[in-house]
């Protein structure tokens, strides 16, 4: 099996996904691009020069140790540093939208971009249902029948619709953390985003649960984007098309992107001698 | 890459044709209100901004006029013998309030002695128990800070102060204990809400790790606290600094350098006080001198008050 890599994206990853994708898409395009991504805090850079393609319709898999800004790049995605005092250069397109321009407006980048953070964060006074509409009435949706049905394919998205049908007006603080976080699932979901990010969505889930999200990231990569932190290099090699791969640079205190490429190269025959040590398990 | 498939998960229909129909109808819709309602939803945001700008400009404005009009009168009076010498007797120029000065400092120094103690122990309390105790507690600490001052100072009067009560005569330490009955609530409250700001997980972890509930205290809620702490009590100290009522009933009032607190004692408050209801230019510029000096001392406890929670708050992380 001969497989191209492309380990910077200098050049475009779409251009040949080779055999590892399944089911015959519209040609894979970048759904987000990064160009030359910084991130610093302060004085502290915190990750440097960033070129990477998120293949529209495709799971993307960030991985890498910890601290190495994983989360940091994602969020970078759809402007979470705007309040974070993270300061981005660099550009970011969401298809054709330039996430940075000045005249970009942050809302409709995220309106775009869904995220699921590392911890459940139901928001604790809403109901459950509340809860998974509310991005969609701060979208200004309306109708009735929208948020119910909307909810209602969340829900079973998230693997959380038997659990829950019954008791959707109960707080949603009672439930436990791995169906929160299948709650915030479903409310990234509720919006019908292009993107979903997601910050390690499996760390609080139990491996049944874990499995489920694994199933519907793979559904969903039929329409949606997908750009997933993972610290478990089985779940990176189970959904994801391609992988990302960072690591602290030399002066170990800034990421980078080591290597990117197909799922199945980086972790079988991957080119930098750091990638291979990592996705062995041999560092840490 | 396929990946494992279970069967009759999540109910996600098997057609992915119609799926994506569903997916694709209800992205635009989602798509267009956003766009639709984003203008309107910036507006808001904007008048809301503009009202915010406009309230703090209008209850800036009596704040900044009351400054600069203290510290126009107030700056004439003021030299180093101003501030260094005991004032003169009436009629007679020069003179100063270095025995208010130190009165104020010595009666409210004492008043935080008792209040701050008694109040942190109170607010922990409030922050470890739920029963009914805390809640009949918090509810005191919500009367006594609605009490009028003028209240507190006839009931220091009759405790401390008259005929067959404790001391008997004026004192600076009746004086305290009023002020520190006027700043214990305030204290309680603010303590109270401090502490509350650190997280349950944190206690939770402490106890998991084995420590006595009083080190958890001590180490993780006192600690997180402290910046908390030490702003609630200097806004309380800024409080009672100013007031007047409770040592007009309490303190007297001195013009000698008086230091010991079982006598009469000056106040910067009451030299306003009496000085600023004289008709005399000489009453009336020492009242405003004073009042320059209290405006500066509360000041510059506010500026203290965040100074050190920035450098603890900085030393935290
Ligand atoms: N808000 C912030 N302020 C200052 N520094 C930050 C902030 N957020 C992240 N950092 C720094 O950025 C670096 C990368 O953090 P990041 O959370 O992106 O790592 P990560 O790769 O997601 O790690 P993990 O796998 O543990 O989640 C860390 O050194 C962290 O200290
Ligand atoms: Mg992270």
New interface residues.
């Given amino acids: 099996m001969t497989i191209e890599i492309t380990s910077n994206v200098e050049t475009s990853p779409g251009g040949s996904p080779g055999q590892?994708?399944?089911g015959a898409s519209p040609s894979p395009t970048a759904a987000v691009s990064l160009r030359g991504v910084n991130v610093s805090f302060g004085k502290h850079r915190v990750v440097r020069d960033v070129n990477l393609d998120l293949v529209r319709n495709r799971v993307t898999a960030l991985v890498g140790p910890s601290g190495c800004g994983k989360t940091t790049i994602l969020r970078a995605i759809n402007r979470l540093h705007d309040d974070s005092g993270g300061k981005v250069t660099g550009q970011v397109l969401v298809g054709d939208l330039d996430v940075y321009a000045r005249d970009t407006?942050a809302?409709?980048v995220r309106?775009?971009v869904g995220m699921v953070f590392q911890r459940p964060n139901p928001f604790p006074t809403m109901s459950i249902f509340d809860n998974v509409v509310a991005g969609?009435r701060l979208?200004?949706?309306r109708s009735k029948t929208?948020l119910r049905?909307?909810a209602e394919?969340a829900l079973?998205?998230?693997?959380l619709?038997?659990l829950v049908k019954d008791r959707l007006h109960s707080p949603a603080v009672r439930l436990s953390g791995g169906q929160q976080q299948r709650l915030c699932i479903a409310r990234a979901l509720a919006?019908?985003p292009?993107v979903l990010l997601m910050d390690e969505p499996c760390s609080a889930l139990d491996p049944i649960a874990t499995?489920?999200i694994?199933?519907?990231?793979?559904?969903l990569a039929?329409?949606v984007t997908i750009g997933l932190v993972t610290h478990n290099m089985f779940q990176a090699?189970?959904?994801?098309?391609y992988t990302a791969f960072f690591l602290l640079g030399d002066d170990r205190a800034t990421g980078e992107l080591v290597e990117y490429g197909?799922?199945?190269t980086i972790f079988e025959s991957p080119h930098d001698p750091r990638t291979r040590a990592y996705v062995s398990g041999e560092v840490g | 890459m396929s990946a494992t498939v279970f069967p009759g998960g999540a109910g996600i229909p098997s057609d992915s044709g119609a799926l994506a129909d569903a997916i694709g109808a209800r992205r635009e819709l989602v798509r267009q209100s956003a766009r639709r309602s984003l203008g309107r939803r910036r507006l808001v945001g904007r008048i809301a901004i503009g009202l915010c700008v406009v309230a703090v400009a209008i209850s800036l404005a009596p704040l900044v006029a009351l400054v600069a009009y203290t510290t126009s009168r107030g700056v004439k009076a003021l030299s180093w013998s101003f501030l260094t010498h005991i004032p003169t007797p009436p009629g007679i120029p020069g003179g100063g309030i270095s025995s208010a000065i130190v009165g104020s400092l010595i009666i409210i120094g004492l008043a935080v002695v008792m209040a701050v103690p008694i109040g942190t122990m109170c607010a922990l309390f409030l922050v470890e128990r739920r029963g009914r105790l805390a809640g009949a507690l918090r509810f005191a600490a919500d009367v006594l800070t609605g009490v009028p001052s003028i209240a507190l100072g006839i009931f220091a009067y009759a405790v401390l102060v008259g005929p067959g009560s404790l001391i008997g005569h004026f004192s600076g330490l009746a004086g305290s204990f009023a002020l520190a009955v006027l700043m214990l609530p305030i204290v309680v409250r603010a303590s109270e809400a401090a502490m509350r700001t650190v997280p349950r997980d944190l206690w939770e972890a402490g106890l998991a790790l084995g420590v006595r509930r009083s080190r958890v205290v001590r180490s993780v809620v006192l600690r997180g606290a402290l910046p908390g702490l030490v702003t609630g009590n200097l806004l309380a100290v800024a409080r009672a600094v100013g007031e007047t009522a409770p040592l007009l009933f309490t303190v007297l009032g001195s013009t000698l350098l008086a230091t010991n607190p079982l006598q009469p004692m000056g106040a910067l408050s009451l030299t306003i006080y009496s000085n600023g209801t004289q008709p005399y230019p000489a009453a009336q510029e020492i009242a405003w001198g004073t009042a320059f000096v209290l405006l500066v001392l509360v000041l510059a406890l506010s500026v203290v008050a965040r100074v050190v929670s920035a450098r603890l708050n900085r030393q935290a992380r």
Avoid at chain 1, 237 to 241: A, Q
């Fill in positions: 590892s994708t399944p407006q809302e409709l309106s775009r969609l979208n200004g949706v929208v049905e909307a394919s079973h998205h998230a693997a619709w038997d919006v019908e292009e499995a489920k694994e199933e519907l990231i793979t559904h039929t329409d090699t189970r959904v994801s098309d197909d799922t199945k």
